[in-house]
Each structure stands twice: as C-alpha cells, then as structure tokens.
T-cell receptor
Framework: NAGVTQTPKFRVLKTGQSMTLLCAQD?????MYWYRQDPGMGLRLIHYSVGEGTTAKGEVPDGYNVSRLKKQNFLLGLESAAPSQTSVYFC????????????FGPGTRLTVL | QKEVEQDPGPLSVPEGAIVSLNCTYS??????FMWYRQYSRKGPELLMY????GNKEDGRFTAQVDKSSKYISLFIRDSQPSDSATYLC???????????FGSGTKLNVKP
C-alpha cells in the first residue's frame, strides 16, 4: 500500500514550457486534490475532483488544467509555465469529505525560470 | 477574511515546554477538525482528528474544539526537538467537497 505518490519529485522548467504532474493513490479514494504551497501562504487549492471523470476549480485555478480519467490518477497540467508557478505542489486524496481526512503525497518541487 | 486563521509564528520554545497552537474560523458549518504536522520538505501528515466540540488526547497531544467560540487548539506536552515542524489546522463539514486549511504555524523546539 503506497498511499499517495507523486511524479516527478523535482522539475525545472523554462517560461512557456508545459508539463504534467501525476498523482496516484491506491486507497480507492473518491476525492482527489491538487494544492500549491508557497512560503507564508499555506496550502492553496488549485483543482479537485469528487470522482472519476469529474473536476472542479479551487481557489487558484488559473494557468492549470486537470484530468481524472481513472479513479486512481489525478493529473495536473501547466500549459505555459510562468515564474509565478514556482512552488511546491501537493496532491491529496480522501474517501469522502466531512467524516474522513486527507492523505497527502510527498510533493513536487517545481521551479520555473 | 479567510475562513480559517492561524498565527504563522514562528514559535520557539525550550525542550519540555507546553506548546499551544490555535486556529479560529468563521464558518459555523464546520464539524470536523484536523491537525496536520509537516516536516521540512515533506508532505503534511495527519496528527489529530476531532469531530464537533470537546477534547481528544493522544499521547503528548491534545486537541480541543470550542464551536461556540469558533476556536480550536492543539496542545503539545513535554515538547521535543522532534516536534519541530509546521502545524496546519484543517476543517470541513457535511455537504462540503473540500477542506479548509490554516496557513500553518512553524514550531521550533530548542534542545
């Protein structure tokens, strides 16, 4: 049982490049989330999914897209990276919201030059 | 105004001290309250989970919820250098699709 895994762990991009971050969970969770964490800003929700085939915008969705084609995977895409997207990205999952808790992945450190 | 407010610290205490970490919130619909611990360069990990009001104790850690004041606390007794981390509060409720996080308090326990 690996929990929540994220790929890659580190990445450096140039402005304008694109990339996809992969999150995978093996706990059969319905809900999956992408956050970014910046110094002094805490965790900010980018997008989330309440089940396979669904996505919804969070607090800071601009510049990002997501897809949930399989229940266990949640992909975060950056179409045209900007320096403001330099951050640590965390994926999380939960069986449901409310009486359940979130489990986090180890994070992806992204630098956009 | 953010839904969850948390003092960012940093908070520096000597080993063995009692630590009090707090969050306030504005949404009375929150019913589930969590504390996460995040070590440097790691993902947050769940430390305590509480439903509604009251206290919950787990070893050196005690979580308190006062729904009437919209205030939650985490107490750490006999603090250890290994407790040095950022502590994030989080909350949610029925009919919510997401969790609401505080910005985190950085704690440093000095040997």
């Amino acid at each position: 049982n690996a929990g929540v895994t994220q790929t890659p762990k580190f990445r450096v991009l140039k402005t304008g490049q694109s990339m996809t971050l992969l999150c995978a969970q093996d706990m059969n969770h319905e809900y999956m989330y992408w956050y970014r964490q910046d110094p002094g800003m805490g965790l900010r929700l980018i997008h989330y999914s309440v089940g396979e085939g669904t996505t919804a915008k969070g607090e800071v969705p601009d510049g990002y897209n997501v897809s949930r084609l399989k229940k266990q995977n949640f992909l975060l895409g950056l179409e045209s990276a900007a320096p403001s997207q330099t951050s640590v990205y965390f994926c999380a999952s939960s069986y449901r919201v409310g009486s359940d808790t979130q489990y986090f992945g180890p994070g992806t450190r992204l630098t956009v030059l | 105004q953010k839904e969850v407010e948390q003092d960012p610290g940093p908070l520096s205490v000597p080993e063995g001290a009692i630590v009090s970490l707090n969050c306030t919130y504005s949404n009375s619909a929150f019913q589930y309250f969590m504390w996460y611990r995040q070590y440097s360069r790691k993902g947050p990990e769940l430390l305590m989970y509480t439903y509604s009001s009251g206290n919950k104790e787990d070893g050196r850690f005690t979580a308190q919820v006062d729904k009437s004041s919209k205030y939650i606390s985490l107490f750490i007794r006999d603090s250890q250098p290994s407790d040095s981390a950022t502590y994030l509060c989080a909350m949610s409720g029925n009919n919510f699709n997401k969790f609401y996080f505080g910005s985190g308090t950085k704690l440093n326990v000095k040997p």
